[in-house]
Structure formats: C-alpha cells, structure tokens
C-alpha cells in the first residue's frame, strides 16, 4: 500500500512571510495528525483529525497556525505568519482509527531566516 | 503531559541488551514505542494496552506496568539496525492525544 505522501520535502521562508505544507493519508484511514518535532526532541501533536472533524487542537496556535481536512482525505496546514522558533520538521501521519498505530510521512523540514 | 524516557542515550556493541524506560505521571491507557532513524520518519514498533502485557518485535520486546505508569522497551541481541532513536508515545484514558517523550539515541556498534 502507499504510504503517507507529505510535500514540499523543504521549506525556507523569511519570518512574517506565510507558508502551507500538503498531506495525503493511507487510503481509508480515517484519522490524520499534524506534529512538530523540533531538532533533539520528540513529535509534539499540533491538530488530530477523525475524517472531516477535530478531535484534538489544544496545541495549536491558532494566532498562527490554520488546518483543514478536505473531503476526510487531503490536509494541509498553514503558517501565517511564520517566527523564528517555528523552524522545525512537519509531521503527518494517518492511523484507520484513534489510538491505532501511526504510520508517518517523510516529514517537511522548514528553516525560518 | 509527555512521558519521560532513560536514559537520553546509550552505546552499545553489536549483541549487548538495552533497557529504555518510559514513565508518566498520568494513568494511562495505551503506550506505543517507535524508532526513527536520523533523516527518516519514525517507524512504528509496537502497542501495550494492558497491565503486565508484553509484546515482542523481532529481537525488541517490551513490558507495560499499568499500576506504575510505566513501559520499557528491551533490544536484545542488539544488531546494528537498531541503531536510532527511540520514542514512546502515551495516551490516557480519556484523551487521544499520543504524548510523545524525547527519545533515548541508541547507538550500536559492529
């Protein structure tokens, strides 16, 4: 089966300035996630999806950061606009249902100059 | 809350045996293991649901004491594949939320 397909692979942007990362699922997993993980340390969930709704976002800034599921498949999350301390790897990953094993796309690395 | 993992990183030579500890401060419900290696997305290993459960992957078994709140992941016989970093996740029973801790490096050598 395919895996989790996340694009771009790389990112550099200048702060202030407004990026999105795209991410398609396993086909039929129902839920999808969006993490962070900063050099050193470990994945931190930014926003869980379970098909079309939100199940968890309390680590989200929301001043900040947007992310929509569309249709239950696709996702994309969005940074506007972007701070130094966002640099960062971009982690989606999908799972059939919560609390099943996670399977992880390659991840978009974004630098903030 | 994330779980804290020892040690941070640890050395071995091809056939030694490692011990990594994952403690919460939380009940839990479920704990997930998972290696990534430098460069790559983290890998899944394996799942404990319940108290005393172990389960085995390969060479890698691991433990889940649910009255303490902790699990640990044994590398046996340790190959050079198992280089990486491994990360616990935690979950509690009401939230679905996987917590994941900083890692412990495991490094082996031929």
């Known amino acids: 089966e395919a895996g989790v397909a996340q694009s771009p692979r790389y990112k550099i942007i200048e702060k202030r300035q407004s990026v999105a990362f795209w991410c398609n699922p396993i086909?039929?997993?129902?839920?999808l996630y969006w993490y962070q993980q900063i050099l050193g340390q470990g994945p931190k969930l930014l926003i869980q999806f379970q098909n079309n709704g939100v199940v968890d976002d309390s680590q989200l800034p929301k001043d900040r950061f947007s992310a929509e599921r569309l249709k239950g498949v696709d996702s994309t999350l969005k940074i506007q606009p972007a701070k130094l301390e966002d640099s960062a790897v971009y982690l989606c990953?999908?799972?059939?249902?919560?609390?099943?094993?996670?399977?992880f796309g390659d991840g978009t690395r974004l630098s903030i100059l | 809350q994330q779980p804290v993992q020892s040690p941070q990183a640890v050395i071995l030579r091809e056939g030694e045996d490692a011990v990594i500890n994952c403690s919460s401060s939380?009940?839990?419900?479920?704990v997930h293991w998972y290696r990534q290696k430098h460069g790559e997305a983290p890998v899944f290993l394996m799942i404990?649901?319940?108290?005393?459960e172990q389960k085995g992957h390969d060479k890698i078994s691991a433990s889940f004491n649910e009255k303490k709140q902790q699990s640990s992941l044994y590398l046996t016989a340790s190959q050079l594949s198992y280089s990486g970093t491994y990360f616990c996740g935690t979950d509690t029973p009401g939230d679905y939320k996987l917590s994941f801790g900083a890692g412990t490096t495991v490094t082996v050598r031929a």
């Open positions: 939380k009940a839990l419900y479920s």
């Open positions: 990953a999908s799972s059939p249902h919560n609390r099943e094993p996670q399977h």
């Open positions: 086909s039929g997993h129902a839920t």
């Open positions: 404990l649901l319940k108290g005393g």
